[in-house]
């Protein structure tokens, strides 16, 4: 054996130590806590990318193709709601936040191993309920559950809403795990101004899901008791405000897009450094803006609201105060830009979804700056123009961060290398289809294609079966990756403890790491993502 | 956190004294008070402000370090910046442009579903 393996295959590792199932589902270890969540989102993402293709073979023609409108409604909602709910909210925080945050502080376990666990099970039971409404009668809201609809449509909305609720404190215990865990269990040498850039995007998440998400409980049981109990708060015949709603659930939901972006932006500041082989420039700039998105994050809801009824003063002080998150999101740019200038660039297939990244969440967040100009938005709102403006930041944006992590990750979690060919097609393959599939889908928007309908006049065919042939190109590539990361778990080539030569403190354990992360207690002398130094890190 | 010392009982009695001259207080306000469009945030103000030593004393935040210590008024903000910013939007809302339509029409349409002028109590609370 190749005495560089030995770190990773002599002993028994976290994934061999035990292997009953037992040993699994009563598990405390955060590292097989993550391969849960990994494997539960990933089901989740199958779930509602099989409703996308569904929606988008719908749209292949101007007329009903597979499905009536109530279908049609029913199958949107659906893709929503598991795509945002079940998918990238939890997503890149409880799967690769739960593996390798710990390994980057230094840390044998996170704070409440415990709550760590529970945390799953809740995870599962709301999906399972909002999964049982969705075969009991699905529901035609959308996933944003406007009132005064959602409080009278026939269709099973209350056992999803409730559904999303319970999800809601699977993500408050991620999110206060991680912050006491960053607060005690940081290692000898890992003082403040050491903590890896992706410890602080998933602190900052966290500090977000655990102050907004009691709101979006409320406000999802205040519509269940209106719907079950008739109390009158937001439909107006009974008194209420429909708009209320609104403010309720967007306050929630606009920082909720910062819980699904920030940890993408912490996952980029890693890849980033290990294949420019340089550390990060401008580290404090980077950790300062993760707290300013999250801040500002919390001062434009109002921007969802622009044609709503709300008060055109409140529309004007929101979208001046949306703007103040390109600012922000511009120096993270400016800064895994100048990272990799001057770098030593090593186009592995993580840096090629860091590109997509870059790329698309820059045309994602100039849209973001367009439709917050209340005079465009009006124009725009409720189109496809906003389909692709969110699905340019979530897909091609959070998504593109997701698979860079899977890959620059899975020789860390399974100990086996994938096929770097195969992986570099499948890469391609989804940048590709990405911009086939929602690019034409900016155009629609503006021509005035309403989001939400299952018709649309024929002129406008040619540019929804450019869309439609984007998205299958899209699931192929997902096929590609499924079948050959199963592959590898097997025949994979066993990875060496470091196997891009990476630096990142996460390196510093063997991989996959023993039972509890460390041999012995690690001291990170370097600043992370030091290159300066030529011998590869110490296997602690 | 076991280590807080022997604290004299009779704070935490005069505290609860504060809280019920201060429950009684708001009642008095409520009843004799004559505060008109006052009282509800006067009763506000004294809740807040009752919370407060709740969470101050009984729940021993002001024995703990700064880091936790900033968690209660923190909370505190989000909440009123929620409250805060949607009531600023409800009262700078317009007038809705459609009339009120022919008085024929009017019993058919429930009360609560007109708008109410600027300024009128039930664009806060309802009917
Ligand atoms: C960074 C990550 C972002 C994500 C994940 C995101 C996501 C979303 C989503 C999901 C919606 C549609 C909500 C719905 O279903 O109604 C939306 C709409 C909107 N976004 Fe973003 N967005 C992001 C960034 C931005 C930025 C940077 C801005 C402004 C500077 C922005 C401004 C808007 C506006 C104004 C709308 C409402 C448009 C309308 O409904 O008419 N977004 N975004
Ligand atoms: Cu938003």
């Not at chain 1, 404090?284 to 998105?293: D, H, L, N, Q, V």
Request: glycine fraction near 10%; charged fraction near 10%; proline fraction near 6%.
């Amino acid at each position: 054996m190749n005495p560089s393996m030995a770190g990773s295959l002599a002993e028994p590792d976290y994934l061999n130590h035990e292997t009953t199932v037992r040993s699994w589902l009563l598990t405390r270890d955060h590292k097989r806590i993550g391969v849960m969540f990994l494997v539960l989102v990933i089901f989740a993402l199958l779930l509602g990318g099989t409703f996308a293709m569904l929606l988008r073979i719908e749209l292949l023609t101007p007329g009903p193709t597979i499905m009536g409108p109530m279908t049609y409604n029913r199958v949107f909602t659906l893709h929503g709601v598991t795509m945002v709910w079940l998918f990238m909210i939890p997503a890149i925080p409880s799967a690769f936040g739960n593996f390798v945050l710990p390994l980057m502080l230094g840390a044998k376990e996170v704070a409440f191993p415990r709550l760590n666990l529970a945390s799953v099970y809740i995870y599962a039971a709301g999906a399972a309920l909002t999964l049982f409404g969705m075969v009991w009668s699905g529901a035609d809201t959308g996933w944003t559950f406007y009132t005064p609809y959602s409080t009278t449509s026939p269709t099973a909305v209350t056992p999803i809403l409730l559904g999303v609720f319970i999800i809601g404190f699977s993500t408050i215990i991620t999110g206060l795990n991680f912050i006491t865990t960053t607060h005690t269990l940081r290692a000898p040498g890992m003082h403040w101004s050491r903590i890896p850039l992706f410890v602080w995007a998933i602190y900052g998440t966290s500090v977000i899901q655990v102050v907004a998400t009691p709101v979006l409980a409320m406000v999802l049981v205040l519509v269940a008791l209106e719907r079950v109990a008739g109390v009158g708060i937001f439909d107006p015949t009974r008194g209420g405000d429909p708009v209320l709603f609104q403010h309720m659930f967007w306050f929630y939901s606009h920082p909720a897009v910062y819980i699904m972006v920030l940890p993408a932006m912490g996952v980029i500041s890693e890849v980033v450094c290990a294949f420019s082989r340089k550390n990060i420039f401008g580290y404090r700039m980077i950790a300062a803006s993760t707290f300013g998105i999250a801040f500002v994050g919390f001062f434009s809801w109002g921007h969802h609201m622009f044609v709503s009824g709300q008060s055109t003063f409140g529309s004007g002080i929101f979208g001046v105060l949306s703007m103040l998150v390109a600012i922000f999101t511009a120096i993270k740019i400016f800064n895994w830009v100048a990272t990799m200038y001057g770098g030593a660039i090593d186009l592995k297939v993580p840096l090629l979804y860091v590109l997509g990244f870059i790329f698309l969440l820059t045309f994602g967040g100039m849209t973001g700056v367009a439709v917050a100009t209340t005079s465009l938005d009006v124009h725009w709102h409720d189109t496809y123009f906003i389909v692709a403006h969110f699905h340019y930041i979530m897909v091609g944006s959070v998504l593109m961060a997701f698979l860079a992590a899977l890959h620059y990750w899975w020789p860390k979690m399974f100990g086996r290398l994938f096929p770097e060919r195969w992986a570099f097609v499948a890469a391609c393959t989804i940048i590709f289809g990405f911009i086939v599939t929602f690019l034409p889908q900016f155009l629609l928007g503006n021509m005035g294609m309403p989001r939400r309908y299952y018709q649309y006049p024929s002129e406008m065919q040619w540019l929804n079966v450019l869309s439609t042939a984007g998205a299958s190109l899209l699931a192929f590539g997902f096929g590609l990756i499924g079948i050959y990361l199963l592959w590898s778990l097997r025949y994979g080539k066993v990875s060496p403890a470091s196997p891009w030569g990476s630096r990142g403190y996460e390196w510093f354990s063997a991989s996959p790491p023993g039972p509890h992360n460390f041999r012995e207690p690690p001291r990170f002398e370097r600043e992370v993502h030091d290159y300066t130094v030529s011998e590869a890190p110490h296997v602690y | 956190m076991a280590e807080h010392g022997r604290k004299s009982v009779w704070g935490y009695v005069g505290i609860w004294g504060v809280l019920v001259v201060l429950t009684v207080a708001t009642w008095l306000l409520g009843t004799r008070g004559h505060l008109g469009s006052w009282s509800l945030p006067v009763a506000m103000g004294i809740a807040v402000g009752k919370t407060a030593l709740v969470a101050m004393f009984f729940m021993h935040l002001v024995e703990q370090p700064g880091a936790r210590r900033v968690v209660f008024p923190v909370s505190a903000l989000f909440l009123a910046l929620l409250l805060g910013v949607s009531l600023v939007e409800a009262m700078t809302r317009v007038r809705m442009a459609r009339p009120d339509g022919p008085k024929a029409l009017e019993p058919a349409r429930p009360a609560s579903t007109r708008t109410a002028p600027p300024g009128s109590p039930t664009r806060w609370m309802g009917h």
